[in-house]
């Protein structure tokens, strides 16, 4: 498995005043799948997320992602781990707005590991695999919100995590392209072998899905395989 949740609590604050924003979840996501997770707002949806990629420590219970277990790393040697290991895609792109398209994801890809030169071919090569490569030299503002949500998926995928971890990726977004957003999240499940988890209310996403499982309260309620 990719990941593998263990009895996860998170507890946020003390005495009274303490929440449980995630309660005993166990969860576990294999490479090539492409699991959504779904919930009303305030669920633990997005404390999920940061706790299955070491942004937050549980209060109790493990957290293993892509070999190594999480709890008991430095916080440096997480850093390392997650930045070679995971890509991030949110509701907002998050692009860096001084840096042009392409430089946004050879950051990234540097950053992941990989040799400059190399990560300029590997950008060249994700850009034309989701249809912007013509956007390469403009900057964030000067793109659609779906090309803004292309890029910045682009930027996830170019140092070839074992993970992709995503938080309503197409909430903002209209159907054409939400939908491509989903199709480039669905075939790097499928291509390369990734996990993905994504965090999302929007059901759109549904018929990419390999799994969805429901998160309320901050327990995991359910699972449903297969959907389509």
């Known amino acids: ?10 507890t946020r604050g003390v005495g009274p005043h303490a929440v449980e924003a995630l309660r005993d979840v ?7 799948e ?12 997005t404390t999920l997320l940061a706790v299955a990629a070491g942004l937050l ?26 930045a070679t290991r995971v890509g991030f895609v949110f509701q907002r792109s998050n692009l860096l707005p001084r840096l042009t ?11 992941g590991g990989m040799a400059r030169e190399a990560a300029k071919r590997e950008t060249t090569r994700m850009l034309e695999a989701l249809g912007i490569a013509t956007l390469a030299d403009r900057y964030p503002h000067e793109l659609s919100g779906g090309e803004e949500q292309r890029a910045a998926v ?17 909430g903002s977004l209209d159907g054409v392209s939400g939908r491509a957003v989903a199709e480039s999240l669905g075939s790097l499940a499928a291509e390369r072998g990734a996990a993905v988890l994504v965090a999302t209310h929007d059901v759109r ?19 449903e395989p297969d959907l389509g």
């Open 101 to 111: 398209v392409g430089e946004n994801v050879v950051l990234m890809a540097v950053l």
């Open 154 to 170: 682009a930027r996830a995928l170019v140092h070839g995590p074992a993970i992709v971890l995503a938080d309503e990726p197409t």
């Open 34 to 45: 492409f699991v959504l997770l779904e919930g009303p707002s305030g669920a633990g949806k």
């Open 57 to 82: 420590r549980p209060t109790s219970g493990d957290v293993c992602l892509a070999g190594r277990r999480l709890p008991a790393m430095s916080l440096g040697e997480c850093r390392r781990h997650r």
């Open 205 to 223: 996403l549904r018929s990419f899905a390999s799994r969805r499982v429901r998160i309320v309260d901050g327990r995991i309620a359910d699972s």
């Open 26 to 32: 166990s969860l576990a996501v294999g490479g090539g």
């Open 1 to 10: 498995m990719v990941l593998e949740l263990d009895r996860v609590r998170r």
